[in-house]
């Protein structure tokens, strides 16, 4: 009866053990939504080169799990330099975070590591940049996408703009073509 009974707590034991291995080692995943949103919305299918006037301009976005920006990755038609990209509460329509990217090259994907951010799951959020340059992406029906569009584990919410150079929360909501290329690295645990 010993025999069974220390058994019994050595299986338990063992158990234990392996699962709060797996607990303090959980797979982490790297997402960029980028692709996924652009091919979901339909986005992907018409892109043209825009150099006209500023705006502030992104997109907003819920994650579906809790995670954290760990990089920006811009794609422009034209060099830039002090590229300034933000990233807002949505809800309170305040700045999280600023970031510049010191030099951008034209046609080049150019990616920013930073501190990492986190981010709550199911709260909004928008990420946005200030630019007079950025690719045009339509349907090539130029019909409207549907949001929200889930792209991995963040929900894009939808695009919006502001004019000029100020760095000002968009309003300015369209849903019939996307202005940018911004995005970011968001990481997370499986």
């Known amino acids: 009866m010993k025999k069974s009974k220390l058994s019994?707590?050595?299986?338990?034991?063992c158990a234990t053990i392996l699962v709060s291995c797996g607990k303090d080692n959980p797979t982490v995943i790297t997402e960029n939504p980028m692709a996924s949103y652009l091919t979901a919305s339909g986005f992907s299918e018409t892109t043209s080169d825009i150099d006209d006037g500023d705006y502030e301009f992104g997109i907003?976005?819920?994650?579906?799990?809790a995670g954290k920006i760990t990089a920006i990755v811009v794609k422009l038609p034209d060099n830039q330099t002090n590229l300034r990209v933000t990233i807002w509460d949505v809800a309170m329509k305040t700045i999280l975070r600023t970031e510049?990217?010191?030099?951008?090259m034209a046609d080049v994907e150019t990616s920013k590591?930073?501190?990492?951010?986190?981010?709550a799951k199911n709260k909004e959020y928008m990420i946005t940049f200030n630019s007079n340059d950025w690719y045009n992406h339509e349907k090539a029906d130029s019909g409207d996408a549907t949001y929200p569009i889930l792209a991995g584990e963040i929900s894009v919410t939808g695009y919006a703009y502001?004019?000029?150079?100020?760095?000002?929360?968009p309003t300015n909501f369209q849903t019939d073509y996307y202005a940018g290329n911004l995005i970011f690295v968001f990481q997370h645990n499986k």
């Open 8 to 13: 019994t707590l050595l299986i338990t034991l």
């Open 60 to 65: 907003s976005f819920i994650p579906q799990v």
């Open 100 to 104: 510049t990217i010191a030099t951008a």
């Open 113 to 119: 590591n930073i501190t990492p951010l986190s981010l």
């Open 162 to 169: 502001s004019d000029g150079t100020t760095q000002t929360f």
